[in-house]
C-alpha cells in the first residue's frame, strides 16, 4: 500500500508539474501572440500614415499638375488673344479683345497684365477717320482714290475696336467691389490716347493709379457721369480736350491727387456740374481754357486744396455758378484772365481761402453776383485790373477778409453795387487807381473799418454814391476820414 500511495503519489506529481509546465507555456505564448498583435497594430499604424502621406503627396502631385495645366491653359488663351489683336481683320482683332478681358476676369494673377495689354493698344498710332479725308490729296472730278476709301473703311474699323475696348473696362469698372470681375484697385494707363468717343458712366477708379497724361478727347462725347475717384491718383496732366463734350456731371472724386497740370481746353464743352470734391488735392496749375466751354455748376469743393495758378483763361465762358467751397484753399494765383467770361454767380465760399494774388484781369468778364464769402479770406493781392469787368454785385462778405492790397487799377470796372460786408476786413491799402471805373453804389460796410491807406489815387473814378458805413473808411488823403461821394480823379 505503502508502494501504491508513492507511486500514485509520484504520478501525481509529475501531472502536477505537467500541468504547471502547460499553463506556463499558454501563457507564454499569449504573450507572444499578444505583443505580435501589438506589432501588427503598430504596423497598420505606420501602414495607414505612410498611405495618408502619400495620398497627401499624389494631391499635391495633382494640384501642381492642375495648377501647371492651368498657366499653361492661361498662357495659350493669353498668346491666342494677343496674336488675335494684331490681325489685320477686324473681326478678328474684335475676338481678341473679348477673349482678353475674358481672360482678365478668370486670371487673378494675370489681370493686371491684361488690362496693361487693352491700354497699349488703346495707346497705338490712330488715324482718326475724319483725317483721312484732310490727308487726302486732292483728285480730278471730285473722284475718291479707291486707296482713300479702304484707309478710310480701316480707320472707321479700327475705332470701333477701340471703343470695344473702352466699353468693355467701362463695364468692368461698374461691377462692386466683391464681384469676382471687378476690375477695381488696378493700374490703367491711358497715356496719349486719343479718345474719340466713350462711357466710363459710373465706373469706379479706386486706389492704384489712373492716367490720362497726354490724351486727347475730341469729336464725340466721352463720359465720366458718375464715376467715381477713390484715393490714389489721377492725371489728365497735359491732356488736350479739342472737340465733342467731355463730361464729369456728378462725379466724386474722393481724396487722392487729381491733376489737370498743363491740360488744354481748347474746343467743345467740359462740365464738372454737381461733381463733388472731398479733400485731396485737385490741380489745374498752367492749364489752358482758350475756346472751350467749362461749366462747375453746382460742384462741390470740399476741404483740400483746388489749384488754378497760372492757368490762362481766353474761353467764351468758365462757370462756377452756384459752386460751393467749403474750407480748403482755392488758387488762382497768377492766373490770366484775358477776353473770358468767368462766372462765381451764388456761389459760396463757407470758411477756406480764395486766391487771386498776382491775376491779370484783361478784358475779361468775371461775377461774383450774390456769391456769399462766409469766414473766408479772399485775396487779390498784388492782382492788376486793365480792362474788363469784374462785379461783386449784390454780393454777402460775413466775417473773413477781402483783401485789394497793393492791386492795381488800370482801366476797365471793378463794380461792389449792393454788396454788404458783414464784419469782414476789407482792405485796399497800397492799391494805385491810376484809370478806369471803381464803385460802391449802395455797399453796406458794418463792423470793421475799410482800409484804404497808403492807396493811390491818380486817375479814374471811384463812386462811393449810397454807400453806407457803421465806421469811416480810412484814407491818406482826406484827415476827416469821409470821402466825397465821386471821386473825380486826375489822369496819372
Known amino acids: 500500500m505503502k508502494l501504491v500511495f508513492a507511486v500514485v503519489a509520484g504520478v501525481g506529481g509529475v501531472a502536477a508539474l505537467v500541468v504547471a509546465y502547460r499553463r506556463q507555456r499558454v501563457a507564454e505564448h499569449t504573450n507572444k501572440l499578444a505583443e505580435f498583435a501589438h506589432q501588427l497594430a503598430h504596423a497598420a499604424d505606420l501602414r495607414a500614415e505612410v498611405t495618408k502621406v502619400l495620398a497627401q503627396a499624389a494631391d499635391e502631385r495633382a494640384k501642381i499638375e492642375t495648377d501647371r495645366n492651368g498657366v499653361r491653359l492661361f498662357n495659350e488663351r493669353f498668346a491666342t488673344a494677343s496674336e488675335q489683336l494684331g490681325s489685320a481683320k477686324v473681326a478678328v482683332r474684335l475676338a481678341g479683345v473679348h477673349a482678353m478681358a475674358g481672360l482678365a476676369d478668370d486670371w487673378w494673377e494675370g489681370r493686371q497684365t491684361c488690362i496693361d495689354v487693352l491700354c497699349a493698344y488703346l495707346r497705338l498710332p490712330y488715324t482718326h477717320p475724319a483725317d483721312v479725308s484732310d490727308q487726302a490729296p486732292a483728285q480730278a472730278d471730285d473722284q475718291v482714290p479707291i486707296a482713300n476709301v479702304e484707309i478710310d473703311r480701316a480707320s472707321r474699323e479700327e475705332r470701333e475696336v477701340r471703343h470695344t475696348v473702352i466699353r468693355l473696362v467701362g463695364r468692368r469698372l461698374r461691377h462692386v467691389a466683391d464681384d469676382s470681375a471687378s476690375w477695381r484697385g488696378y493700374d490703367f494707363d491711358f497715356t496719349g490716347v486719343v479718345f474719340d468717343g466713350g462711357d466710363f458712366t459710373g465706373s469706379v477708379f479706386s486706389g492704384g493709379r489712373v492716367s490720362f497724361g497726354g490724351a486727347i478727347f475730341r469729336g464725340e462725347s466721352v463720359s465720366f457721369g458718375g464715376a467715381r475717384f477713390d484715393g490714389g491718383l489721377v492725371s489728365f496732366a497735359g491732356a488736350s480736350f479739342d472737340s465733342g463734350k467731355v463730361s464729369f456731371d456728378s462725379a466724386k472724386f474722393d481724396g487722392g491727387e487729381v491733376s489737370f497740370v498743363g491740360a488744354s481746353f481748347g474746343g467743345g464743352k467740359v462740365s464738372f456740374d454737381w461733381a463733388t470734391f472731398d479733400g485731396g488735392e485737385v490741380s489745374f496749375v498752367g492749364a489752358s481754357f482758350d475756346g472751350s466751354e467749362v461749366s462747375f ?196
Do not use: C
Open 297 to 492: 455748376d453746382r460742384a462741390t469743393f470740399d476741404g483740400g486744396e483746388v489749384s488754378f495758378r497760372r492757368a490762362t483763361f481766353k474761353s467764351r465762358l468758365v462757370s462756377f455758378r452756384e459752386t460751393r467751397f467749403s474750407s480748403g484753399q482755392v488758387s488762382f494765383d497768377a492766373a490770366s484772365f484775358s477776353g473770358s467770361g468767368l462766372y462765381f454767380d451764388r456761389a459760396t465760399f463757407d470758411g477756406g481761402r480764395v486766391h487771386f494774388r498776382g491775376a491779370t484781369f484783361d478784358g475779361s468778364y468775371v461775377t461774383f453776383d450774390r456769391t456769399t464769402f462766409h469766414g473766408a479770406e479772399v485775396t487779390f493781392i498784388g492782382a492788376t485790373f486793365s480792362d474788363g469787368r469784374v462785379s461783386f454785385d449784390g454780393a454777402m462778405f460775413d466775417d473773413g477778409w477781402v483783401n485789394f492790397d497793393e492791386a492795381r487799377f488800370g482801366g476797365g470796372m471793378v463794380v461792389f453795387g449792393a454788396a454788404k460786408f458783414d464784419g469782414a476786413r476789407v482792405s485796399f491799402r497800397n492799391a494805385t487807381f491810376a484809370d478806369g471805373w471803381v464803385g460802391f453804389g449802395e455797399a453796406r460796410f458794418s463792423g470793421r473799418q475799410v482800409d484804404f491807406s497808403g492807396a493811390k489815387f491818380v486817375g479814374g473814378e471811384v463812386l462811393f454814391h449810397g454807400a453806407a458805413f457803421l465806421i469811416p473808411p480810412r484814407f491818406d488823403d482826406w484827415p476827416a476820414g469821409q470821402p466825397p461821394g465821386v471821386l473825380f480823379l486826375p489822369e496819372a
